[in-house]
T-cell receptor, first 114, second 109 residues
Framework: ETGVTQTPRHLVMGMTNKKSLKCEQH?????MYWYKQSAKKPLELMFV???????ENNSVPSRFSPECPNSSHLFLHLHTLQPEDSALYLC?????????????FGPGTRLTVT | KNEVEQSPQNLTAQEGEFITINCSYS?????LHWLQQHPGGGIVSLFM???GKKKHGRLIATINIQEKHSSLHITASHPRDSAVYIC???????????FGKGTSLLVTP
């Protein structure tokens, strides 16, 4: 048990749908991250939240919209996605951001855009 | 951006063999992480190190800061070690980890 949960684990959505991914951490951490893992590519950082404030947006298209209502919860709102957005989306948390802190990953959401 | 290269990309070993996975990076870092990803996607952090060597069970990680190189060793490999091993470099500034593409390891009985 990593202490980081993600729902749903699998999601299939059409290009016109709106859906949300949810991440929750039970570790008392103050930083949370969204990563994208596409087939045959390295993990890519999407967003970083530190003490509920967004500190990094790695040039992510606006069809991905993050929300961090508190230090334990992180959402990724999806709308009008493209087929190339199909990937594994991973959430992680750490004590805080901005330094070499160990990151704890959730199991991921496998997203397929049709 | 820190370029992180791993080798080999794919590795097949027989149970019991000693395994080494290499990672090199291009700019100075504050720490280097080794991660393990099993089929299905979940990622587990194995090590975070900024100097020297760390050991956990049959796993050993080393780093040479001057040479910008790290290795992950698995002694007495077992089929349950089959996974993708990912190296990630934490830069001296900023929030991001830069990830290698991973090494896919298959240990056969």
């Amino acid at each position: 048990e990593t202490g980081v949960t993600q729902t749903p684990r699998h999601l299939v959505m059409g290009m016109t749908n709106k859906k949300s991914l949810k991440c929750e951490q039970h570790l008392g951490h103050n930083a949370m991250y969204w990563y994208k893992q596409s087939a045959k590519k390295p993990l890519e950082l999407m967003f970083v939240y530190n003490f509920k404030e967004q500190t990094e947006n790695n040039s992510v298209p606006s069809r991905f919209s993050p929300e961090c209502p508190n230090s334990s919860h992180l959402f990724l709102h999806l709308h009008t996605l493209q087929p190339e957005d199909s990937a594994l989306y991973l959430c992680a948390s750490s004590t805080q951001a901005g330094g070499p802190y160990e990151q704890y990953f959730g199991p991921g959401t496998r997203l397929t855009v049709t | 951006k820190n370029e992180v290269e791993q080798s080999p990309q794919n590795l097949t070993a027989q149970e019991g063999e000693f395994i080494t996975i290499n990672c090199s990076y291009s700019v100075g870092i504050s720490a280097l992480h080794w991660l393990q990803q099993h089929p299905g996607g979940g990622i587990v952090s194995l090590f975070m190190l900024s100097s020297g060597k760390k050991k956990h069970g049959r796993l050993i990680a080393t780093i040479n800061i001057q040479e910008k190189h790290s290795s992950l060793h698995i002694t007495a490999s077992h089929p349950r070690d089959s996974a993708v091993y990912i190296c990630a470099a934490h830069s001296n500034s900023g929030y991001a980890l830069n990830f290698g593409k991973g090494t896919s390891l298959l240990v056969t009985p």
